[in-house]
């Protein structure tokens, strides 16, 4: 699936961005991994300081999507990893979007994914299994829903309630 780029689709979706239909996350996220654009229908899971939901998804069929995990932005232990990084490619996700923080940074960047997180940190999470898949979640400014469509680059990240075209 090609990416369309964030500020072309800002620059002809001026109604869809004023009524709410598009929206532009907050410029919160560092960029990681190789594939520095990337978009697809979102997976959301809502995690605090636990990893084992993000795994459960992750060992799905990625099937181009996005997986948007809202870690609470905690900056106390990481969410994903280098071996969630690759387990995703393998699968066949287009991306990770992670509210909180990501480890083994030199193996995300050698990994042909797209990733945005707040920053990274060298500790694991907690392996309790607590959270919500698909659930609604709240990260940079806005409400995301699991089935929306996340496009990514190097200008920023948008949501979409549907999957756009320009």
């Known amino acids: 699936m090609g990416s369309l780029a964030t500020a072309e689709i800002c620059d002809s979706s001026i109604p869809l961005i004023a009524n709410g239909d598009v929206r532009v996350l907050s410029p919160i996220f560092k960029i990681y991994g190789q594939s520095r654009a990337f978009s697809g229908p979102i997976a959301t899971?809502?995690?605090?300081?636990?990893?084992?939901?993000?795994?459960?998804?992750?060992?799905?069929?990625?099937?181009?999507?996005?997986?948007?995990?809202?870690?609470?932005?905690?900056?106390?232990?990481?969410?994903?990893?280098?071996?969630?990084?690759?387990?995703?490619?393998?699968?066949?996700?287009?991306?990770?979007?992670?509210?909180?923080?990501?480890?083994?940074?030199?193996?995300?960047?050698?990994?042909?994914?797209?990733?945005?997180?707040?920053?990274?940190?060298p500790q694991k999470s907690n392996k309790k299994g607590l959270g919500e898949k698909h659930a609604p979640v709240h990260i940079g400014g806005t409400v995301i829903h699991d089935g929306e469509w996340l496009y990514a680059d190097s200008d920023g990240i948008l949501i979409s309630k549907t999957e756009l075209s320009v």
């Open 45 to 121: 899971v809502k995690v605090f300081e636990d990893n084992v939901l993000v795994r459960e998804l992750l060992e799905t069929k990625g099937e181009g999507r996005v997986l948007v995990v809202d870690g609470g932005g905690s900056m106390r232990c990481a969410l994903v990893g280098g071996n969630l990084c690759q387990l995703a490619l393998n699968m066949g996700w287009a991306g990770i979007v992670v509210n909180g923080l990501i480890r083994d940074v030199d193996e995300i960047n050698g990994c042909d994914i797209g990733v945005r997180a707040l920053a990274s940190h």
